[in-house]
């Protein structure tokens, strides 16, 4: 005989047998109640019911005998009681799939009709077209709008879907990121209640993880008109320092096309770089912000166009078009995701890359294309302070900061903007862990009454108390002059500072530029000498002598930097000065600015 007993204290809810039935293995016999679930009691053994000990409604203890069976042959399948098990899908899992497709870009054809007549895509496509294949998660992809006192439920899910921001986790280039998108076609990609909610929790999320955040920033700021939460100005909301704190922790990346205000755009702005389409306006405050404060009436076009927001410094990649700015996205990222295969042109090129003629200008950018990996150079705010240029590139697949003087530009000269471009960018190199290349070819900071109205004392200074607190390694290659605090500037704080300064046979060297050297030195001497062709004769010669005293042997042959090299050998040189592994730093932000 086999008795079988209750598992658990509970109330029997259904007796399914009786005596005299015949029962297979894992039959049902009773339903126990026990904690508001209901726990099917099955034989196990096949066989016949010989006695029923309960009934429904009696609370039983556990191992209290509840049915007996005599075992015996098993009941024919075709007689056996079994329960129906369907062969489709769940009603329940039928109702979520049919509103999370509601949601999805195929179902709401008018709003992606009008995306698309305005020649942009939907925040969904350019998830998609961001994310690697199969990877993105969604977080929030059901909740709706904080309106239901204002709309209907079936309303909310049909035209606000996912509050208008589509968040979640996916592989980019293989490593995981964080990809936050407000949706223009929802409300015109409004910071809703529950969305500030859910950029919270994509933030914090991107903190413990360590993981990039990329920021589709497209729509208008604050939304009034959410009424299921109470709310005065909602001051409160935290999404704006969450977001602050992962400057210098981890990449963040800011896409705009369109229409980017308020809110949108103060998110916009603390990211590391700012991606934007050449349709995309940024501004602070919108056109009714502006006409609300009694600002007068302006177009959305005309608040921060491409055409103010690239040489002001605000963008620091301009693009045609979002696919475009994709793109571009997943290449910076590439450069904090390690090394990548790589090729190089010709080295040789590099020994006639700057002129014999010590005034002739040439094309830095042509120097940096030859030396970097072939198609690796990605230049960040190309348009505003020119004297420098700064870009992410790769050598022998290293990902590296560069920075180097524009001799096409006031000579190389660095004025206010250049050297706040310059240390800002040494702060994200040093924030997440990249070495930096150096090309110096300056002949000073920019001096003069005019550029002292730019308070240039205290934007000069950047660069040194910048360099001065950098982690990662520097290594400095001098193609021409080098002269004063902007060559110092250049190498970090000095030519010590970084892990090798080595300059190519062009360099020279003084503590400010030749010329004026000589014109500042021997004043007198030049000033005694009435003629004028042989005044300038004289100045000429002692222009050389300086010259053969600041050149680069003379430089190396006293140990103030470490080597002339053939420009051909830079590669080696920054590949060996420069360690395999460097750590990011403990920077605690990276300035906006």
């Not at 990346?253 to 205000?261: E, K, P, Q, T």
Request: net charge negative.
């Amino acid at each position: 005989m086999d008795t079988v007993v209750a598992p658990m204290q509970g109330t029997v809810a259904v007796v399914s047998v009786k005596p005299g039935d015949h029962v297979n293995a894992g039959q049902q016999l009773v339903v126990l109640e026990s904690m508001k679930m209901e726990h099917v009691v099955a034989a196990s053994v096949a066989g016949r019911v010989t006695s029923v000990m309960v009934s429904a409604g009696e609370t039983v203890k556990r191992d209290q005998p509840l049915v007996s069976i005599q075992p015996g042959m098993a009941v024919a399948p075709e007689s056996a009681p079994v329960e129906s098990v369907s062969s489709g899908i769940r009603a329940d899992l039928a109702e979520v799939l049919d509103r999370r497709a509601a949601g999805l870009d195929a179902n709401r054809p008018e709003a992606v009709e009008r995306r698309h007549s305005q020649g942009r895509r939907t925040a969904r496509e350019n998830v998609e077209d961001l994310c690697d294949p199969g990877t993105f998660v969604e977080y929030g992809g059901l909740v709706v709008a904080a309106q239901r006192q204002r709309r209907s439920f079936e309303e909310l899910v049909a035209k606000t879907p996912a509050d208008g921001m589509v968040a979640g986790v996916a592989d980019i280039n293989g490593s995981p990121s964080v990809v936050v998108a407000y949706d223009a076609t929802v409300l015109a990609g409004t910071q809703g209640a529950y969305n500030h909610a859910k950029k919270d929790r994509m933030f914090e999320l991107a903190a413990h993880r360590r993981l990039p955040v990329v920021l589709f920033a497209e729509g208008g700021g604050g939304r009034p008109g959410d009424t299921d939460i109470p709310t005065v100005a909602a001051l409160d909301v935290p999404a704006f320092s969450l977001f602050a704190r992962l400057s210098g922790l981890v990449p963040l990346v800011g896409v705009v096309s369109g229409r980017c205000f308020a809110g949108n755009a103060a998110l916009l702005g603390c990211c590391d770089v700012i991606i934007a389409t050449a349709d995309a306006t940024i501004g602070m405050g919108g056109p009714a912000m502006i006409e609300g404060g009694g600002l007068g009436v302006v177009a959305p076009e005309d608040v921060g166009p491409l055409s103010v927001q690239v040489p002001n410094g605000v963008v620091d990649i301009a693009v045609a078009d979002e696919a475009e700015a994709v793109r571009v996205a997943k290449q910076y990222l590439s450069y904090f995701q390690g090394p990548a295969d790589w090729s190089a042109v010709d080295q040789d090129k590099l020994r006639n890359a700057v002129p014999e003629n010590r005034v002739r200008a040439y094309d830095v950018r042509a120097v940096i294309g030859l030396l970097a990996d072939t198609g690796s150079v990605l230049e960040l705010r190309p348009r505003f302070g020119e004297g420098i240029i700064t870009a992410l590139v790769r050598i022998e697949g290293r990902p590296m900061g560069l920075i180097a003087n524009n001799p096409a530009h006031l000579g190389g000269a660095i004025d206010r903007d250049a050297a706040d471009k310059a240390a800002r960018f040494l702060q994200l190199c040093d924030g997440h862990g990249l070495p930096v290349v150096s090309l110096c070819d300056t002949p000073g900071f920019m001096v003069g009454p005019e550029s002292e109205q730019t308070a240039t004392v205290r934007h000069f200074s950047r660069l040194f108390v910048t360099g001065a607190n950098l982690t990662v390694p520097i290594c400095a290659i001098v193609l021409r002059k080098a002269y004063g605090l902007g060559a110092m500037a250049m190498f970090g704080g000095g030519a010590k500072v970084p892990y090798a300064t080595v300059c190519w046979p062009t360099a020279e060297f003084g503590a400010m530029g030749l010329e004026g050297a000589v014109r500042l030195g021997f004043r007198r001497e030049l000033e005694a000498i009435a003629d004028p062709v042989r005044r300038k004769e004289t100045f000429d010669r002692m222009v050389q002598l300086a010259y053969e005293k600041g050149k680069a042997l003379n430089a190396a042959s006293m140990f103030e930097v470490d080597d002339v090299i053939d420009p051909a050998d830079t590669r080696r040189w920054i590949t060996t000065a420069l360690p395999v592994t460097v750590e990011r730093g403990s920077r605690p932000n990276i300035d906006t600015w």
